[in-house]
């Protein structure tokens, strides 16, 4: 493995999108960004995805001025609406049942910032999912099992989500989670970091 010695940091709190940077087997450092994720008026969820993810890079570069940092966000959308985290169970079932048999975008914003030259490297990476016409009683034992409630759209594919899911479609699984790999590893070594 080649790379430089400038450090990297994953700018999130989510557990999901650091078990998913760790699979590139790169040191790196993870800190939570904290800033306001409320959308703005008249914004596009891939475009509230997208600003989200520099964001956070900007904040956290705002303390390590020399870092390569990582930003994320992810926007999940049916109807081009954009969906929030659950919070409750009872927000997930009205969630699960208004998707039934739908189709959910899940947009996928990453960048990379290198904070010396003040340089980003940023894209949206969608990610269509389909989720299964479940029944009530459905709804109600994946809940129970699951407890998505951290998660857009109330459903972690990575887990029992998988079981409400009829169809997936995308360039890269990991973008469903949150980190897209693919367009990491090639924004990474865009700036001389190889992973193998």
């Known amino acids: 493995m ?49 600003r989200l993810a520099q964001l956070k890079a900007r904040k956290v570069s705002l303390t390590y001025p020399n870092a390569l940092i990582i930003g994320c966000d992810q926007v999940a959308t049916l109807d081009n609406i954009q969906m929030d ?42 990610y269509h999912v389909t989720f299964k016409q479940l029944s009530d009683a459905q709804i ?13 759209g109330s459903a972690k594919s990575e887990g029992l989500g998988i079981a409400i899911i009829e169809k997936m479609v995308g360039e890269d699984p990991n973008a469903l989670v949150g980190l897209p790999l693919i367009k990491l590893i090639r924004m990474l070594e865009n700036v001389g970091v190889n992973v193998i």
């Not at 409320?38 to 995805?49: I, K, N, S, V």
């Not at 079932?93 to 899940?106: P, S």
């Not at 109600?140 to 857009?152: G, H, V």
């Open 2 to 50: 080649q790379q430089s010695a400038t450090q990297l940091i994953l700018a999130s709190s989510s557990i999901y999108r650091r078990e998913l940077l760790a699979r590139l087997n790169i040191p790196f450092t993870t800190i939570s960004p904290d800033i306001d994720e409320t959308p703005l008026t008249g914004e596009l969820p891939q475009q509230t995805a997208l």
């Open 85 to 126: 985290k659950p919070g409750t169970h009872e927000n997930a079932v009205k969630q699960l049942q208004h998707m039934r048999g739908r189709e959910v975008i899940f947009h996928s914003a990453l960048c990379l910032y290198d904070a010396a030259p003040d340089h980003m490297q940023a894209e949206v990476v969608p």
């Open 140 to 152: 109600e034992r994946y809940l129970t099992l699951e407890k998505p409630y951290d998660c857009a």
